[in-house]
Structures are given as C-alpha cells and as structure tokens.
C-alpha cells in the first residue's frame, strides 16, 4: 500500500474486502430448509426442465446478509457526503418523500387495476401535473416519459409529429449548441433528426448569431438548455425563441437544470414550447445509481394534442386515464412512450416534496442552490480559473488553466479529492472549455460542508502549483483500489463469473 500499511487480510481497519458472492460458495451449506419437493410432472414445464443444477451458491443466511451489506457500504451516495456533480443535480432526498412512497396504499397498486380503484393515484398524477404546469406557466404536460432523455425525445417526437401533420415533414435538421448534453443530440437522431451544431460565444452562451444563421426551413427545432450546462442563464433567450419561431421552427428546452430557476423564471415566457424536467433532480428521488427517474415534458398549445397516450382527463366518473386517440377526439397523440402511465413512486415523491416545500419553499430552494454555487464560485476564483466572468446559475465552471505547466491534470486533481473524502466534481464536461471541472453544491449542503470543501480545493490547488506531479498522479492511495484503468474497463468488461475462474 502506497500509504506503507499493509494487512494480512487484505481488508483495510473495517473496509472488509469483497469477494463476488459466487466465490464464497460452500457446497451444501444453507439459509433455509425446504422439505423435499415431491415429483416434478414434466409435461407442466413444457420442456422448460432444468437439466442442470440452478448454479447459485450455497451460503448460510448471515454470510448473505453480510455479503450484500458490505457492498451496500461501497457505495458513495448523497447520504454519505458531499457529491458536488455539476450537470447532475444530486440533493437531498427528504426523508418525507420517501416514507409517502412507500405507503403501502400506493407502492402496492398495480397497473392494470380497474380505474375506479386506482383513483386516488390518477389524482396525484393529475395533481402534480397541476403543479409541473403552474411552475412553468405552460398549458399541457406528458407524464409518461422516464428520464431527462426520454422527454427530450417526447417533446422531438411531438415537434415532428406537427410538422408532419402540417405538410413539413422535411424539418429534418436539429440546431443543438456544442454545450449541450450528450441526450440532446442522441434524442434528437433517435427520432430521425439530423444533428446542426451551434457554437458557443466566448462568455459560455448561445452564439446567437450563428444560431440565427443556421436557421431555415429544413429545421424542424432548436435544443436549448436553459440554465445552460455551463452554469449561465442564456439571456438571448427570448430573441432566439423569436427568431427561431420566425423561421417556422420549434424551441426545445433541455430543463434539467430547472432547479436553478423554479418560482423564479416561467418557462411559457421565454418562448419555449416543449421542455422535459427532471424530477429526479428538481423534485426529489434519488438517482445517483441510475434510476429511476422521470421525465415529464411540458408542451405549449401547438403541441399539446400531439401529446403520447395515456393521460389524465376530469370524466363525469371521475378521473380517467385516456388509453385510447379516439377517447378524445382532438387529439392525435404520436403514441406512446412507455408502458402503462408513467414512473408512478416518483410522481409521489415529487408531488410530496413540491406540498411540503410550497411555493415559497420551492423559490427559497432554487435561490439558495444559485447562491451556494455563487459562493464555491467566489471563494475559488483566486486559486482556480473561472471560466467565464461574472456570477454562475446553480453550478459554476472552472477549466484547467490552474493547472498549466504542474504536470498535474483535472483527472489527477479529482483524485486526489477522494482520498480527502470529497466524491470528484463533474470533469471535462462541458466540452466547451478544456478540462473542465464543474462543480454543483445544490441549495442543500450547509455553509460547513461547503467551507470544508473549499479548504481542501484551495489546499489541493496550492499543493499542485508546488510541484507535487508524482503524488496526484498515485492518488487516490488511501481507497481500497487504486488508480484503474477506465478505458480498459469500458472497453473489456468482465461482467460475468465462470466457475473456477477466481479460486
Ligand atoms: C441529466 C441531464 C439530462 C438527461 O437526463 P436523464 O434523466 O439522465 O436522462 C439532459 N440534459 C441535461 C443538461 C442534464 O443535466
């Protein structure tokens, strides 16, 4: 160990090395007792027989428990420290929203209950439909989509389904700035769009006049995040929605940054027209393992019938969830986007914390995730480089310039902020300035934690500037491994143990 301790067992003081729960196999050895099951009749199974043995290990309970406890605790989460992912949003979860999810009255539903039974779930979908269109000012809503990138490619397919109905079919081009998030140009090519870059102007933001220029009348929409992925408020937005209406296209938000703006800026006043937002990062639920998330996309007038099914309509009945185009006959729905209604545990969350919140308390949150950022932001531009003048949105952008002539990289710099106990910032993303470092603290960290971060970046920062290469590069040193080989990791996984390959 490069720290010069080493063990006999391998484990690191009470960080316990994990063998894959395969290697621990102890033939015969077992959890529970089942009696003996009778005879099997084949014929029931169809030929589906096993032949072979199931192949799973034999272990007792508490080696299981252990086993899966133990990894639980490898993992780094938002309940264990800072986690300051720019581009990410990873904030406190509310113990409230959580405990609402899990009511038994509605984890336990099921999809395809009759709709009388279930009215109270289509309430709070409706409800927090209600909500998403109040904080954004727009007319309509699709709830089904799943992630941030499933509404970018519902609110596309909407755009496309318009202009195919209006005789436009050939908008086929999608103006996206270099900035953007890698979904926006994914979405935009799954849905058969050819993908335009925009440059970004030398203060971060939407070259307009580029915009402008690339505008014509094979584009079907433009695709910008607003706040932007580089921390900035586009503050062309409203021109650029003009010109890009002008020319007979649509504006797509990218809103994932949402939380930076909720109760302060109403997205129908910009001149958007369709916008997904990330619930999972605006409105509570834990997503830093990946899912689950939810996407709902908020469309203007124009849009709004070309809407997925299903959705929540006010019958005579009672709520009634629309399987069917011909249920309602203005509308011409492109289809669906997902099974059944949507990500239903994570509309509860939302709509839990959006009630407990209020509207006061959503506005209180985003100011305080902008001003949490503003004050990384100040208290680092000495040792770090900004990349932009000027104060930040919710999250603020630094580049490697700091770094010039130390031998030391952003890679290396973000190690090294593990072994202090920090989980690394967002790095070299956005693409736009060279080896970015972008750090968001959200409205919920406390000034504490936030002064505790600063010293070791500012530490850090003074300890590259004096010729410490060699440590940065060896660093992380005090986690159970050590520096890996990530691209050959991405590139030659080993996702699957075969018997023996270990022992
Ligand atoms: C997170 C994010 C997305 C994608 O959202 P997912 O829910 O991860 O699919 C898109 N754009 C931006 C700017 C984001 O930060």
Redesign the pocket.
């Known amino acids: 160990m490069a720290d010069g301790v080493t063990t006999f067992s391998g484990n690191r003081g009470l960080a316990i090395e994990e063998p894959l729960i395969f290697e621990m196999n102890a033939p015969g050895r077992v959890a529970i007792d089942l009696p003996e099951p009778g005879p099997v009749d084949a014929d029931r199974l169809a030929g589906l027989r096993r032949a072979t043995p199931i192949g799973l290990p034999d272990l007792s309970e508490p080696q299981v428990v252990r086993h899966y406890t133990r990894l639980s605790q490898k993992n780094y989460g938002i309940d264990t420290g800072f986690y300051p992912l720019g581009?990410?949003t990873m904030k406190h979860n509310p113990r409230l929203s959580e405990k609402m999810a899990r009511l038994t009255g509605l984890a336990d539903l099921h999809p395809f209950q009759p709709q009388a039974t279930v009215q109270g779930a289509l309430e709070v979908i409706d409800q927090l439909a209600w909500w998403l269109k109040q904080l954004t000012g727009m007319p309509a809503v699709a709830m089904s989509p799943a992630?941030?990138?499933?509404g970018?490619w519902c609110g596309l397919m909407a755009i496309r389904a318009y202009h195919e109905d209006h005789g436009e079919g050939h908008r086929r081009r999608v103006l996206v700035p270099e900035s953007a998030?890698g979904?926006?140009p994914a979405s935009a090519a799954m849905c058969g769009f050819t993908v335009d870059p925009v440059p970004a102007d030398d203060q971060g933001r939407v070259d307009v006049a580029a915009l402008k220029a690339k505008l014509g009348p094979d584009v079907a929409c433009i695709m910008v995040?607003n706040p932007n992925?580089c921390g900035l408020f586009e503050r062309d937005i409203i021109d650029i929605a003009a010109a890009t209406h002008a020319a007979g296209a649509f504006f797509y938000c990218?809103g994932?940054?949402f939380n930076a703006i909720v109760g302060r800026v109403k997205i129908a006043d910009l001149g958007i027209d369709t916008m997904h937002i990330?619930l999972?990062?605006t409105f509570s639920t834990p997503h830093g393992g990946g899912g689950p998330?939810a996407?709902p996309t908020v469309l203007s007038e124009k849009l709004a019938p070309y809407a997925p099914l299903p959705f929540v309509v006010h019958g005579a009945g009672g709520l009634h969830l629309v399987e069917h185009a011909a249920e309602v006959p203005e509308s011409k729905p492109f289809g669906r986007v997902k099974g059944y209604h949507g990500q239903f545990g994570v509309f509860v969350r939302a709509l839990a914390y959006i009630q407990s919140m209020g509207a006061d308390g959503l506005r209180q949150a985003s100011t305080d995730a902008v001003l949490n950022a503003n004050y990384l932001l100040a208290e680092l531009k000495d040792v770090l480089s900004p990349s932009f003048d000027g104060p930040c949105m919710h999250e603020c952008l630094f580049d490697d310039r700091f770094l010039k002539d130390t031998g030391v990289t952003t890679l290396d710099f973000a190690k090294m902020l593990i072994d202090e106990g920090f989980h690394p910032m967002t790095m070299y993303f956005p693409l736009v300035v060279h080896g970015a470092l972008l750090m968001e603290p959200t409205e919920t960290e406390s000034k504490e934690t936030l002064d505790g971060f600063i010293a070791v970046i500012r530490a850090l920062a003074d300890k590259a500037k004096a010729g410490a290469a060699e440590e940065f590069k060896a660093a992380p040193r005090l986690t159970p491994r050590r520096r890996l080989d990530e691209t050959l990791a991405a590139r030659t996984p080993v996702l699957r143990w075969k018997p023996g390959a270990n022992s």
């Open positions: 581009s990410c992630a941030g990138a499933h970018e998030h979904t926006n995040t992925t990218d994932a940054n990330n999972h990062k998330g996407g």
